[in-house]
């Protein structure tokens, strides 16, 4: 049976056997390995001495705080309000802003009204009285204003720390040293997390490049450099490759045979169809000899014999069609 064998174009196919060649090796070596170290940057010493500092002062508990909840106990019960003996300092305010308006009424005020009551002759009458009352009254609204406004802000200001107490705030000042040394930590070990995934990069990159290079090269080498084709001495092969390359398959077979000598098939098929050429060759290439000769020798008288009768013609061309098919197979034809 007649054979067309296809290659790469020659200079090509060193070039591509190398790239098998490495591409074999590659496999065999089974692909990329694992980056080797630790994908994790462990604990700067920064770190383990904050933790170790954290956990030491969290066991221990920090002496500030039973003071402090102790304060602010005695501040939510309003230990420190004015007016309950608790704030030793707000009566001596209150008496030290009093004594300058005590000391003007008693060396100024009241000295005038007695004076002037005296200079009219009606010292300790019943108009004295009502000027020394009056002005005692205007003493007294001065005292309690000033007493109001020094024990109200007091008050206020006391009331303000009660709401904003917060044990918290003095629990976390413990741990505000071992915090700042947790950052440095952190930032080191940060720092170690980047050198390690720069090296796995690396890694990675040293697996992956070999295979990388193949890629490149089998994209260099491959591609459409053209072929050979090994074409078939044989007299099949070259007759049906002439017959099968150009549009006109009639023509190209009159040139060859001048004229064929296949009367049957050109009047079952007709003259302008192709396959009678088809089945010219399954005739004269893959016929017996027996068969090849009885046609040759009787063809045209039989042709003349089958026209008009279109049945026997139809048997004829489904018959002849069925040979047509085993030079189609051979010769690579799609329908």
């Known amino acids: 049976m007649p054979t067309i064998t296809t290659a790469p174009w020659g200079p090509q196919q060193p070039y591509l056997q190398s790239l098998w060649g490495g591409a074999q090796d590659l496999y065999g070596q089974g692909g990329p390995q694992f980056y ?23 066991r221990a508990g920090q002496p500030v705080i039973p003071s402090y909840q102790n304060m602010l106990t005695k501040t939510y019960q309003g230990g420190f309000l004015p007016g309950q003996q608790s704030n030793p300092f707000i009566d001596a305010m ?47 609204r001065e005292l309690g204003g000033l007493a109001a406004n020094l024990y109200g802000r007091s008050y206020e200001a006391e009331r303000d720390r009660m709401y904003r107490g917060d044990p918290a705030t003095a629990a976390a000042l413990g741990y505000f040293d071992a915090e700042k040394l947790a950052g440095v930590g952190l930032e080191r070990q940060t720092q170690e997390q980047r050198l390690i995934n720069e090296a796995q990069a690396r890694h990675q990159f040293g697996q992956e490049r070999p295979w990388d290079v193949l890629g490149r090269y089998q994209a260099a080498i491959e591609g459409p450099y053209g072929g050979e084709e ?7 092969a070259r007759d049906i490759g002439r017959a099968t390359s150009g549009a006109n398959l009639i023509s190209i077979l009159q040139d060859i045979f001048n004229p064929p000598t296949c009367h049957v098939a050109r009047l079952v098929f007709g003259a302008e169809n192709p396959e009678w050429v088809m089945f010219y060759f399954w005739k004269e290439y893959e016929a017996p000899k027996w068969f090849r000769d ?9 042709a003349g014999w089958l026209k008009g009768k279109s049945i026997l013609q139809g048997a004829i061309r489904s018959w002849m069609r069925t040979k047509i098919k085993i030079i189609a197979d051979k010769a690579g034809f799609v329908e």
């Open 36 to 58: 080797p170290g630790s994908l994790t940057a462990g604990f700067d010493p920064a770190q383990t001495e904050a933790m170790g500092m954290t956990e030491q002062t969290a």
């Open 94 to 140: 209150f008496r030290q802003a009093a004594r300058p308006v005590t000391d003007a009424y008693r060396e100024s005020v009241a000295p005038s009204i007695g004076a002037q009551a005296g200079a009219a002759g009606r010292y300790g009458s019943g108009l004295y009285q009502n000027m020394m009352g009056r002005s005692q009254g205007e003493l007294g």
């Open 230 to 236: 090994s074409t078939p001495t044989d007299t099949f």
């Open 294 to 302: 009885f046609y040759n020798r009787n063809s045209e008288v039989i």
